[in-house]
């Protein structure tokens, strides 16, 4: 079935530190990828996605590049700040009609210390 | 503002009843989502409805019902019969079930602490 394998938390990174989270997946099409963002006590949110290989999804600094021949959708960002901290959740989502759901990982903690 | 409201924040029952949590959006998606987070162990699907008066089982569906009535409700009741029940709760929509990168909308979830 289809899995998402995340890097292991938690994360504590300096400010400005060069972020990377890692996230490889299996699955039996061809998914599209997600990273959402958990901040304490609420919901998730989108951070990027990308619906297919070679594309990069960004925002907020944040950026992550679908690559096929890696399975992976590794999350980058060049200068973390205090407010980045949160969990983060890579997810994937095959188009499979009658069947469609998201998988995430296990989430990954990050702390950004000033 | 459109978005996802579930209600109550957090809610305590004792073990034996029968517990519900509102879910309701106003964002017109057809899909919706029941998601349950555990420490450690990320989001696990619980049930979904891609339309009204339609719903499939997900990962971890036993114990626990729900309901596709209207558009923008999707109520989750936990049963007597979930054996671990206490767990964040997490409700979810997207635009179109069908469409693979159509992401999902999260509300701010609700915490039951079953005792």
């Known amino acids: 079935g289809d899995s998402v394998t995340q890097m292991e938390g938690p994360v504590t990174l300096s400010e400005e530190a060069f972020l990377t989270i890692n996230c490889t997946y299996t699955a039996t099409g061809y998914p599209s990828l997600f990273w959402y963002v958990q901040y304490p006590g609420e919901g998730l949110q989108l951070l990027l996605k990308?619906?297919?290989?070679?594309d990069k999804g960004s925002n907020k600094g944040f950026e992550a590049t679908y690559r096929k021949e890696t399975t992976s959708f590794h999350l980058e960002k060049g200068s973390v700040q205090v407010s980045d901290s949160a969990v983060y959740f890579c997810a994937l989502k095959v188009s499979n009609f009658g069947n469609e759901k998201l998988t995430f990982g296990t989430g990954t903690r990050l702390t950004i210390i000033p | 503002d459109g978005g996802i409201t579930q209600s109550p924040k957090y809610l305590f029952r004792k073990e034996g009843q029968n517990v519900t949590l509102s879910c309701e959006q106003n964002l017109n998606h057809d899909a919706m989502y029941w998601y349950r987070q555990d420490p450690g162990q990320g989001l696990r699907l619980i049930y979904y409805?891609?339309?009204?008066?339609?719903?499939q089982k997900g990962d971890i569906a036993e114990g626990y019902s729900v309901s596709r009535e209207k558009k923008e409700s999707f109520p989750l009741t936990v049963t007597s019969a979930q054996k671990n029940p206490t767990a964040f709760y997490l409700c979810?929509?997207?635009?179109?079930?069908?469409?693979?990168?159509?992401?999902?909308?999260f509300g701010n979830g609700t915490r039951l602490t079953v005792t």
């Open positions: 409805s891609q339309i009204v008066n339609d719903f």
């Open positions: 990308a619906t297919k290989a070679d």
């Open positions: 979810a929509s997207s635009i179109d079930a069908g469409a693979g990168n159509s992401p999902l909308h």
